[in-house]
């Protein structure tokens, strides 16, 4: 009880109570304010705010008019709390957050072991499993940062608030999957970066969810294993060759999106030429003979040899270099028809014709030296 021997009134103040006040002086460790009775009152800077103070400027200003509790009465001293009043409108807002599941800033404290201190308008603590979507070794590069969440648990009685960022991340990666599966259509062309690799082919981040990308939709050429031709954080172009919404999958091709190797084959290679190759399979009917990467043209089992032969193994085997000459050339079709036997043909004909010359050379220098005997025999 505070008596007020001026007016004769008494004002009383109980434990409790809660009042505006004005600031009328910052101390170091304290603030002295107007309670509007006889006796000023005294906020002790511990009970200024939920964080800590090192001055009480921090929190006040003079002449602020604030909200407080009546902490304790005494003679003539009363003892206020800013920080009680704090609590519970921030413990009523809160609670109201919690129940609508609302999402909102924070600010982080510190990191301690296990996860963040945040203030959420009362210290809250955030555990390590609930900071982000992923694993995060350093936590301590998050202080002073500012982190959407939402409150996952909370107790007055034990002055406990529980926030994840790790929910709010979670709610945003799958309204941007939904969005995402709901825009793409088969045939678009986006651009991802490559979040792993799989013996089976790489997943590609489109920025909302993965997509796969068959090893066999990676490359024109064959390839054995995905880091062959990508590598982790690559940006790849790739094309939507698949999309199925209600399994949440979606299917790419960065093959696609590049230039064929039958592409203008017309320019590359003509007919008539000789190409060199290695024989990639053997057939009943002939040879394909790899000329170009991704490119097979096919020596037909009757031209493999200028002998007779009943199967291509009887003369060739895969791997084997070879040359053959160009018959035809067809890029809409992907044909291209060789001949190991031409290239035979033609070596016998220009030995043959060799040969000739070579056999019409001896008889004109015999022819010459007959008639210069006979020339001789004759004078």
Same mark, same amino acid.
């Given at each position: 009880?505070?008596? /007020?021997?001026?007016?004769?009134?008494? $004002?009383?103040? $109980?434990?409790?109570?809660?009042? /505006?006040? *004005?600031?009328?002086?910052? =101390?170091? @460790?304290?603030?002295?304010?107007? *309670?509007? %009775?006889?006796?000023?009152?005294?906020?002790?800077?511990?009970?200024?705010?939920?964080?800590?103070?090192?001055? %009480?400027?921090?929190?006040?200003?003079?002449?602020?008019?604030?909200?407080?509790?009546?902490?304790?009465?005494?003679?003539? !001293?009363? #003892?206020?709390?800013?920080?009680?009043?704090?609590?519970? !409108?921030?413990?009523?807002?809160? !609670? =109201? +957050?919690?129940?609508?599941?609302?999402?909102?800033?924070?600010?982080?404290?510190?990191?301690? /072991?296990?996860?963040?201190?945040?203030?959420?308008?009362?210290?809250?603590?955030?555990?390590?499993?609930?900071?982000? *979507?992923?694993?995060?070794?350093?936590?301590?590069?998050?202080?002073?940062? %500012?982190?959407?969440?939402?409150?996952?648990?909370?107790?007055?009685?034990?002055?406990? #608030?529980?926030?994840?960022?790790?929910?709010?991340?979670?709610?945003?990666?799958?309204?941007?999957?939904?969005?995402? &599966?709901?825009?793409?259509?088969?045939?678009?062309?986006?651009?991802?970066?490559?979040?792993? &690799?799989?013996?089976?082919?790489?997943?590609?981040?489109?920025?909302?969810?993965?997509?796969?990308?068959?090893?066999?939709?990676?490359?024109?050429?064959?390839?054995?294993?995905?880091?062959?031709?990508?590598?982790?954080?690559?940006?790849?172009?790739?094309?939507?060759?698949?999309?199925?919404?209600?399994?949440?999958?979606?299917?790419?091709?960065? @093959?696609?999106? &590049?230039?064929?190797?039958?592409? +203008?084959?017309?320019?590359?290679? $003509?007919?008539?030429?000789?190409?060199?190759?290695?024989?990639?399979?053997?057939?009943?009917?002939?040879?394909?003979?790899?000329?170009?990467?991704?490119?097979?043209?096919?020596?037909?089992?009757?031209?493999?040899?200028?002998?007779?032969?009943? +199967?291509?193994?009887?003369?060739?085997?895969?791997?084997?270099?070879?040359?053959?000459?160009?018959?035809?050339?067809?890029?809409?079709?992907?044909?291209?028809?060789?001949?190991?036997?031409?290239?035979?043909?033609?070596?016998?004909?220009?030995?043959?014709?060799?040969?000739?010359?070579?056999?019409?050379?001896? *008889?004109?220098?015999?022819?010459?030296?007959?008639?210069?005997?006979?020339?001789?025999? +004759?004078?």
């Amino acid at each position: 009880m505070v008596e /007020n021997h001026e007016d004769h009134e008494v $004002n009383v103040l $109980n434990v409790g109570d809660e009042l /505006n006040v *004005t600031v009328l002086k910052l =101390e170091e @460790k304290q603030v002295v304010v107007d *309670t509007g %009775t006889k006796f000023d009152g005294v906020i002790p800077i511990s009970e200024l705010s939920h964080l800590h103070v090192d001055h %009480t400027s921090e929190v006040l200003s003079e002449g602020e008019e604030v909200s407080v509790v009546v902490k304790k009465v005494e003679e003539d !001293t009363i #003892i206020l709390s800013k920080k009680m009043k704090d609590r519970e !409108t921030a413990f009523q807002k809160l !609670t =109201e +957050r919690f129940e609508k599941e609302e999402v909102f800033d924070v600010e982080v404290i510190e990191s301690v /072991n296990g996860g963040l201190v945040v203030n959420a308008g009362l210290s809250a603590f955030m555990p390590a499993s609930h900071v982000e *979507t992923h694993y995060v070794e350093d936590l301590s590069a998050y202080k002073g940062k %500012t982190l959407s969440v939402k409150i996952i648990e909370m107790n007055e009685e034990k002055n406990r #608030i529980i926030v994840s960022h790790k929910a709010v991340a979670e709610e945003e990666l799958q309204a941007k999957k939904q969005e995402l &599966l709901q825009e793409l259509e088969i045939g678009d062309i986006v651009e991802g970066k490559v979040q792993r &690799l799989a013996p089976f082919g790489v997943f590609v981040d489109l920025g909302g969810m993965d997509g796969l990308v068959h090893i066999s939709q990676l490359s024109h050429q064959h390839i054995d294993q995905p880091s062959d031709v990508v590598s982790e954080g690559d940006q790849l172009k790739v094309k939507v060759i698949s999309v199925d919404r209600d399994n949440e999958r979606i299917g790419l091709s960065v @093959k696609e999106t &590049l230039p064929g190797p039958w592409d +203008r084959i017309e320019d590359q290679i $003509n007919v008539g030429e000789i190409v060199e190759g290695n024989v990639v399979r053997l057939v009943h009917f002939g040879a394909f003979v790899e000329v170009l990467p991704g490119v097979e043209g096919l020596v037909h089992i009757s031209q493999i040899s200028k002998e007779h032969i009943g +199967r291509p193994e009887e003369v060739l085997e895969q791997g084997q270099k070879v040359k053959a000459k160009v018959l035809e050339v067809n890029g809409e079709k992907k044909r291209i028809s060789l001949s190991i036997r031409e290239i035979e043909e033609d070596q016998d004909r220009s030995e043959y014709q060799k040969y000739q010359k070579d056999q019409d050379d001896h *008889t004109f220098q015999l022819g010459d030296l007959v008639g210069d005997k006979l020339k001789k025999m +004759r004078d």
